[in-house]
């Protein structure tokens, strides 16, 4: 925290699941735990990072049921995807009009990107709403 106070390098990598992670949360009107929402964050931005072929498919899926024993949620219901996408738009982490996400080159190896689209976002977001 000491070498990046303004989260612009090293500390932003923290951040991983904060931008659909805070979205979530403010749809959620903070109805769930901010660790709840990051979790549903996590597993949607490590589903980008597996479609981008990042990460392996069984990275994945050891990332998203890591949260499982937690008690940590892995799946919500009763979302509205194109509001939780519009309300990233929102999100503090933007930079010059795009958004910031953190994502995983493998585990352990977060990397900053700002080229997610609406439709990596949407997909993600499908992945986790239960139905």
């Not at 805070?22 to 959620?28: D, L, N």
Request: glycine content about 6%.
């Amino acid at each position: 925290v000491e070498k990046d106070p303004t989260e612009k390098g090293e500390r932003a990598l923290l951040n991983f699941g904060h931008t659909l992670g805070h979205a979530i949360e403010k749809y959620k009107n903070f109805q769930m735990l901010h660790g709840e929402c990051i979790a549903l964050g996590c597993v949607a931005a490590a589903h980008i990072s597996w479609k981008r072929q990042m990460l392996s498919e069984e990275e994945y899926y050891e990332i998203r049921d890591m949260f499982v024993p937690f008690s940590l949620p892995i799946s919500i219901d009763d979302v509205d995807i194109q509001e939780i996408i519009a309300l990233t738009k929102s999100d503090k982490k933007m930079e010059h009009g795009k958004i910031k996400f953190i994502l995983l080159k493998k585990i352990g190896k977060a990397v900053i990107d700002n080229t997610v689209t609406d439709e990596e976002m949407q997909a993600a977001l499908q992945e986790i709403v239960y139905s």
